[in-house]
């Protein structure tokens, strides 16, 4: 893709571009940033099958012996979101949902409501949430290049446009060790005031 910015970058899925970045943001500001948007715990979505995924780090790459350089050398593969990272469907549309609403990460579930048969009451259900750390221009950036991938030509998902809907989304690859690999989109929508995220794969 040539010389490209962070938001051609998301809208062409350039695999080279984030390949650089990742040995540029080293091992430990990975972490940082997989942690504050939940990889590696759970979501707690009120499922049974929910599960960390695996968000490595410093001292997990030492625990297997890895030098310095070969931790460099796993971070171009991290950077495109591959090799030992694991992450969830659900960790996923989490993620996009917090990109869209501005950087809070709401827990997901199922319930608004239980039933307590000593009061005899319906009694809500209110998800927790936080909010993570990240300077809205940064954000809004990340946003236009979703925006990019599914409305402007050249992106990797000009199939999700929706007429009338501002779709915001982003492709990629999921790596499979029994099989081809997966492909999977998460969006969220609409862009001007998001009411739905997800992920597809």
């Known amino acids: ?8 970058a998301i809208q ?12 540029r943001l080293g091992i430990q500001k990975f972490t940082q940033y997989g942690r504050m948007f939940g990889f590696g ?43 030992e990272l694991n992450v969830t469907p659900t960790q996923m549309a989490v993620y996009c949902a917090a990109l869209a609403n501005g950087g809070t990460i709401y827990q997901p579930h199922f319930v608004n409501s239980i039933y307590n048969r000593k009061t005899k009451r319906m009694e809500s ?22 925006y990019d991938v599914v409305n402007v030509p050249g992106g990797t998902a000009l199939a999700a446009r929706v007429d009338k809907i501002s779709v915001c989304g982003k492709t990629g690859t999921a790596q499979n060790p029994h099989g081809q690999d997966h492909a999977w989109f998460i969006c969220y929508a609409p862009k001007e005031n998001p009411k739905i995220a997800m992920c597809v794969m």
Request: hydrophobic letters at 35%; one cysteine or more; proline letters at 7%.
């Open 41 to 83: 715990e759970k979501t707690y979505i009120d499922i049974p099958e929910d599960t960390p995924g695996l968000l490595p780090s410093y001292d997990y790459y030492k625990r297997h012996r890895l030098s310095e350089r070969e931790m460099e050398g796993r971070l171009v593969n991290l950077g495109i979101g591959q090799g």
């Open 1 to 8: 893709h040539g010389n490209i910015n962070v938001r051609r």
């Open 125 to 146: 259900i209110i998800p927790a949430n936080r909010t993570v750390n990240i300077r809205p221009d940064v954000l809004q950036l990340i946003k236009e290049g979703m």
């Open 12 to 23: 062409a899925s350039c695999n080279a571009f984030f390949n650089a970045m990742g040995p």
